[in-house]
């Protein structure tokens, strides 16, 4: 059974940091595709960071220079640590698996509230 299960969420004062981790479990983690999406009450999913087998990492520009992807193929778990923390940046955020297109996989999303 696959399971993603996301941690680090909280309550933290704008211009802070939070890392969120995501340990998975029933995959072949080193051969999947890694995201964390968010979604902010009211609003879409987005897609936050991605960061491929290989290490190569994407993000949205709106988090670009104070969030940092990252993977440690030997625990199957990804991160996100996240600094300069806006209140913007309030959501639900969401661990994502992708190996190919038909092997897809979602945590249950951990919450992060920016506020003072």
């Known amino acids: 059974q696959v399971q993603l299960v996301e941690s680090g969420g909280g309550l933290v004062q704008p211009g802070g940091s939070l890392q969120l981790s995501c340990a998975a479990s029933g995959i072949i983690f080193g051969i999947y595709t890694m995201r964390w999406y968010r979604q902010a009450p009211g609003k879409e999913r987005e897609l936050v960071a991605d960061?491929?087998?290989?290490?190569?990492?994407q993000y949205a520009d709106s988090v670009k220079g104070r969030f940092t992807i990252s993977r440690d193929n030997a625990k199957d778990t990804v991160y996100l640590h996240m600094n300069s923390l806006k209140s913007e940046d309030t959501a639900d955020y969401y661990c994502y698996a992708q190996y190919l297109n038909n092997r897809v996989y979602w945590g249950k999303g951990t919450q992060v509230t920016v506020s003072s």
């Open positions: 960061i491929a087998p290989g290490g190569t990492t």
